[in-house]
C-alpha cells in the first residue's frame, strides 16, 4: 500500500527535475539566439528570464514525467485505476495550476527581442536564402559597407552598398540599402548564433510541435478558462490512458519504444490537427469552439479508446506476471 | 549464466549493422537521380551514401543492438535455469568491447566518413560538369564545329570513360573532323634553363657557348648575368660580342636561311626585350617550322619558362577541371580599416606539387566607406607555390586565344591586374566551400587548427568551436549510449521464458527508430549546453565544460550499470 502513497511525490519529483533541466536549456538557447550579441549572461538575466522559461516548457515536462512515472508503475504495479487516477489528478493540478500562475510573472519576464544583430556580425559572411551578405558594420537599425554575393546574378555576382537600414521580424532580416533605386535584400538567415543552436531536421519538427501546442495553450488562457481546463485534461488524459501501453506486450523494452513513439506522435497529431486540420473545420462549422477545441476532442476520444483497450484486453499484472524465475 | 554477455550481444551488433548497412544501400540506390549524378556512378555513389548514412545513424543502430540483445540475454539465463552470476562478471567484457568500438568508430568518423562525404559531392560536380561538356559537344557539333565537339568529349570521356554513346559519337565527329583543317598541336617544351642561377655560373656557359659560336646562347647568358650583376663588365662585353656576332651572322646566307635567322633574331628580341608571350608564339611558329633547330628548342624553352611567372595554359586547367576539388568558395581575403576584398572561387583542384587550378573566379574591393575600387571576373586562374594566383590564361598554340580578368569595375596598376594574392592556404580553401559540407568533411584536428584563421575570412567562429566541439563530443555519445542501453535493455528484459512472439519481432524495428530520436535529443541538448558556453565564456571554458559532462554522464551510466542485478 506504500507504492500508491509515494507515487504523487515520486512524480511531482521528477515533474520539478524535467522542468528544472528543460527550462534552463530553453534559457540558454534563448540567450544564445536572442541576447548573446548585446547581454551577457548573468544570474540576474537568468531570474529575470526563468518565468517564461518554465512557462514556456511546463506541457513537455508535464507529459516527460508522465511518462518516466509509466516506467515505474509498470516495474512496481500497484491497482492500475488508482494508478492512472494519481497521475490524472497530480499532472493536470500541476498543467492548469502551473500554466495559471505563471501566465502574469511569465508575462511580466522580458520578451525576446529579436534583433539584426542576432543575425549578423560584422565581417562574417551570412547565407541570406539563396544570396551571402557581409557587413562591416552593424548599429541598432543600419549597417555600412554592405557587401552581397548573388550566384544568379549578372555579370558581376558581387554587389557592395555603402549604408542602408536593417529590420528582423519573424525570422526574416531585411536590409534597406541607401540610394535609388533602394534595393532590398530579404531573406531568412541561416548564420553563427542560428547555426550554433540549430537542429536536426527532427528534433527541429519536435520544437515546433511543442510550440503549437504550447502557443494554443496560452491562447485558451486569454479566452474562458473553462476550455483551457478541458483542454489540459484531453491532453493529460491521452497520456495517462497511453500508460497502458508499458504493458501492451511482455517485452518492457518494446513497451517503452511505443510509449515513447507515442508521446512523440502526439505533439505532431496536435500540430497537424491544429495547424491543417482546425482551418477546415472552423470553415465549416459556425460554433468557433468546436472549431479551438476539436484537436483537444481527438485526444479526449483517442485516451478513451486507449483506456478501453487497457481494460478490455491488456492483464494489470503483464510484468510481473511473466517474470522469470 | 552460461554466456558472457558480451558473446549475446556480439551477433545482434552484426545483424543490426549488416541489416543497416543493407537498408541504406538499398535506400541510396532506390533514390539515386540520374538528374544529379551520371549513371555510370550509380554503384560508387550507392556505397558512399549508404557508408554515410549508416555512419550519421551508427550510434541509434548500435545503441538499438545493445538495448536488444541486453534485453534479450536474461530470457535465455532463465530458460536455461542457470544460476545468476555477479553482473559486474557478466558485464565487465562488454565494456572492455565497447571501448575497442569506439576507438573503431571515432577511426571511421574522423578518417572514413570524411572522404566518403567528399566523394559523393565529387560525384555530384562531375557529373554536371560532364553534362556541360555534352551540351558543349553537341552545340559544337551543330555549329560544324567539330575540333572542339572532339575537345569537349574527350573531356566528357576523361569524366565517364566507359560511355559507349559518347565513345561512339567521338568516332563520328572525328570522322567528320578529318575533312577539316586541323590546328597544329603544340611543341612539346623541354629543357628549360633553371632561372636560379648566379652571374659567375652564367658567364661560363657564355664563355662556354661563344666557344662553340653558339651565339644567341652566348648573348642570351650574358646578358642575363649583367642583368643580375650590373658591375660584370665581362658579361656585357661577351653580350657586345655575341649581338655582332649575331648581326654579321644576318647577312651571310642564303634567303630561306637569312630569313629564319632573321624571325629567330626577332623572337629572341623579344625574348629579350621582356615580353616572354610574344617570343613564345613567335618560337612556336619557328618550331613548327623547323622542329629540330637547337636554337629554337632551347628559346622556346626558355620563353615558356619565364611565361610560367605570369601565365598558365589553357589546355593544362581545361584538363585539371574535370578534377574533383572543393567548389563554392567564399571568403573575405583582406579586411582591414581601409577596405574589404571578397573573393569567390566556382572551383578549386589542387596538384600535389602545392600548385592549384581555380575556375570561375571573382573579386571585388571596397574601401571603407562602401565605394568599390575594383572589381573583376576571370575564367581561370592558376596558384604557384606562393599565395599569388595567375589569372592571365593562355593557348599553348594558338596566339589568338588568352583570357584575362575582366574588369567590371575600376582597375589596378598593370603589375597587379591580372594576379590575385589570396591570404589562405589550399587547406583553408577547401574548408571555405560552401557547397561541399566543407566543414562536415573535416577532421577534428583539422577544424582544431584552422578555427581562428577562417574565422578572420568570414566564417563564424562560434559555429565552427560548436561544430568541433560537437565532432569531439561523438566518440563519448558512442560509448556513453552503448552503457546506458545495456543498462536499459537488461532493467527492461523480456518476460517472455520461451520463444518470443512474431508481433515482437515485428515490433522490433521500433527501437532503433526511437534511440534514433532519442539520440538525436541528447545531441542536441549538447550543443545547447555547448553553444551556451562558447557565447557565454569561450572555447576554453566550453572544453572543460563538455570534459566534464562526459564524465559526469558516464559516471551515472555505469552507476546505472552496476545498479542492474543479475537475478
Given at each position: 500500500m506504500k507504492e500508491p502513497l509515494k507515487a504523487p511525490f515520486v512524480f511531482l519529483f521528477i515533474l520539478i527535475c524535467a522542468t528544472f533541466v528543460l527550462a534552463l536549456l530553453n534559457l540558454f538557447s534563448t540567450w544564445g539566439l536572442y541576447d548573446s550579441a548585446a547581454t551577457p549572461f548573468s544570474f540576474a538575466y537568468a531570474v529575470r528570464m526563468l518565468p517564461r522559461r518554465i512557462f514556456e516548457t511546463l506541457i513537455p515536462s508535464v507529459v516527460l514525467s508522465i511518462v518516466l512515472i509509466g516506467f515505474r508503475l509498470a516495474r512496481r504495479p500497484f491497482s492500475r485505476f488508482l494508478g492512472l487516477l494519481i497521475v490524472l489528478a497530480v499532472s493536470y493540478i500541476v498543467l492548469v495550476n502551473g500554466m495559471l500562475w505563471l501566465r502574469l510573472p511569465a508575462a511580466a519576464s522580458p520578451t525576446v527581442a529579436e534583433t539584426p544583430r542576432r543575425y549578423l556580425a560584422p565581417s562574417t559572411l551570412v547565407k541570406v536564402g539563396g544570396a551571402t551578405i557581409s557587413v562591416r558594420a552593424i548599429s541598432d537599425a543600419s549597417v555600412q559597407g554592405i557587401l552581397l554575393f548573388d550566384p544568379?546574378?549578372?555579370?558581376?555576382?558581387f554587389s557592395v552598398y555603402a549604408a542602408g537600414t536593417i529590420a528582423a521580424s519573424a525570422g526574416v532580416m531585411t536590409i534597406t540599402a541607401a540610394g535609388q533605386p533602394q534595393p532590398v535584400i530579404s531573406g531568412t538567415p541561416a548564420l553563427a548564433w542560428t547555426g550554433v543552436f540549430a537542429p536536426d531536421r527532427f528534433t527541429a519538427a519536435f520544437l515546433r510541435d511543442i510550440g503549437t501546442l504550447t502557443a494554443d495553450f496560452e491562447g485558451l488562457?486569454?479566452?474562458?478558462l473553462a476550455e483551457f481546463f478541458a483542454a489540459c485534461f484531453s491532453l493529460v488524459f491521452l497520456c495517462t490512458a497511453s500508460l497502458a501501453l508499458l504493458r501492451i506486450t511482455r517485452w518492457p523494452l518494446i513497451n517503452i519504444m511505443v510509449m515513447v513513439i507515442a508521446a512523440r506522435g502526439y505533439f505532431s497529431l496536435y500540430h497537424y490537427l491544429a495547424v491543417t486540420i482546425a482551418p477546415h473545420i472552423a470553415r465549416a462549422v459556425t460554433d468557433r469552439l468546436v472549431a479551438r477545441l476539436f484537436p483537444s476532442a481527438v485526444f479526449s476520444a483517442l485516451g478513451v479508446l486507449l483506456l478501453l483497450l487497457d481494460i478490455l484486453f491488456?492483464?494489470?499484472?503483464r510484468w510481473a506476471g511473466g517474470k522469470p524465475a | 549464466m552460461k554466456k558472457s554477455l558480451l558473446s549475446q550481444i556480439a551477433p545482434y551488433l552484426l545483424v543490426f549493422y549488416g541489416l543497416s548497412l543493407a537498408a541504406f544501400f538499398a535506400y541510396a540506390l532506390l533514390t539515386f537521380s540520374v538528374n544529379q549524378y551520371l549513371p555510370s556512378l550509380r554503384m560508387g555513389y550507392s556505397l558512399d551514401r549508404a557508408f554515410v548514412l549508416f555512419m550519421d545513424y551508427l550510434i541509434p543502430v548500435h545503441a538499438a543492438a545493445v538495448a536488444v540483445a541486453a534485453s534479450l540475454a536474461g530470457r535465455e539465463q532463465a530458460r536455461l535455469g542457470a544460476p545468476a552470476q555477479r553482473f559486474s562478471k557478466i558485464v565487465s567484457s562488454t565494456l572492455v568491447a565497447f571501448l575497442l568500438l569506439t576507438v573503431a568508430y571515432t577511426a571511421l568518423y574522423e578518417g572514413v566518413y570524411p572522404r566518403a562525404r567528399a566523394r559523393l559531392s565529387d560525384m555530384q560536380y562531375q557529373s554536371r560538369l560532364a553534362q556541360t561538356y555534352r551540351k558543349q559537344a553537341a552545340e559544337r557539333t551543330s555549329a560544324g564545329d567539330f575540333g572542339a565537339a572532339i575537345d569537349a568529349i574527350d573531356l566528357y570521356l576523361a569524366i565517364d570513360p566507359g560511355n559507349k554513346e559518347m565513345a561512339e559519337q567521338r568516332l563520328v565527329v572525328a570522322g567528320k573532323a578529318v575533312k577539316q583543317p586541323a590546328p597544329a598541336p603544340a611543341p612539346s617544351v623541354e629543357g628549360a634553363a633553371s632561372a636560379e642561377e648566379s652571374a659567375e655560373a652564367l658567364i661560363e656557359k657564355a664563355r662556354s657557348a661563344s666557344a662553340r659560336q653558339d651565339w644567341y646562347s652566348a648573348n642570351y647568358y650574358a646578358q642575363y648575368a649583367a642583368s643580375l650583376d650590373p658591375r660584370r663588365a665581362d658579361a656585357q662585353r661577351l653580350a657586345s660580342q655575341a649581338e655582332n656576332m649575331l648581326s654579321a651572322a644576318s647577312?651571310?646566307?642564303?634567303v630561306k636561311t637569312s630569313e629564319l635567322f632573321l624571325q629567330k633574331r626577332q623572337a629572341y628580341s623579344l625574348l629579350m626585350s621582356g615580353d616572354p608571350l610574344a617570343a613564345y608564339y613567335s618560337f612556336i611558329d619557328l618550331a613548327a617550322r623547323d622542329p629540330k633547330d637547337p636554337d629554337i628548342t632551347t628559346y622556346l624553352a626558355e620563353a615558356s619558362n619565364k611565361l610560367k611567372a605570369v601565365t598558365f595554359f589553357v589546355e593544362d586547367a581545361r584538363k585539371m577541371e574535370t578534377l574533383p576539388g572543393a567548389q563554392g568558395i567564399l571568403f573575405l581575403n583582406n579586411n582591414d580599416a581601409e577596405g574589404t576584398e571578397a573573393v569567390y572561387l566556382g572551383k578549386m583542384v589542387e596538384l600535389t606539387t602545392g600548385e592549384a587550378y581555380f575556375f570561375d573566379i571573382e573579386a571585388i574591393r571596397y574601401d571603407a566607406a562602401g565605394a568599390v575600387t575594383w572589381h573583376f571576373r576571370a575564367p581561370y586562374g592558376m596558384r604557384t607555390s606562393s599565395n599569388a594566383v595567375l589569372m592571365h590564361c593562355i593557348s599553348a598554340a594558338d596566339r589568338k586565344i588568352q583570357y584575362l580578368p575582366q574588369y567590371l569595375r575600376g582597375s589596378r596598376p598593370e603589375g597587379d591586374r591580372n594576379v590575385l594574392v589570396m591570404r589562405p592556404t589550399l587547406e583553408e580553401l577547401r574548408a571555405l566551400s560552401t557547397s561541399r559540407d566543407a566543414l562536415a568533411v573535416m577532421g577534428i584536428a583539422e577544424l582544431w587548427r584552422l578555427r581562428t584563421d577562417l574565422g578572420s575570412f568570414g566564417l563564424a567562429r562560434q559555429t565552427l568551436t560548436v561544430d568541433m566541439a560537437m565532432q569531439m563530443l561523438m566518440p563519448f555519445a558512442f560509448l556513453i549510449l552503448s552503457v546506458l542501453c545495456v543498462s536499459l535493455g537488461w532493467a527492461f528484459?523480456?518476460?517472455?521464458?520461451g520463444r518470443l512472439p512474431f508481433s515482437n519481432v515485428l515490433l522490433m524495428p521500433l527501437v532503433p527508430v526511437v534511440l534514433a530520436l532519442l539520440s538525436l535529443l541528447y545531441l542536441y541538448v549538447h550543443r545547447i549546453i555547448i553553444g551556451f558556453v562558447v557565447l557565454g565564456f569561450g572555447f576554453a571554458v566550453a572544453l572543460v565544460a563538455v570534459g566534464v559532462l562526459q564524465l559526469a554522464l558516464l559516471a551515472v551510466a555505469l552507476v546505472l550499470l552496476a545498479g542492474q542485478s543479475a537475478k
Open positions: 544568379a546574378r549578372t555579370p558581376g555576382r488562457l486569454h479566452g474562458p491488456i492483464p494489470a499484472d | 647577312g651571310s646566307k642564303d528484459r523480456s518476460r517472455h521464458p
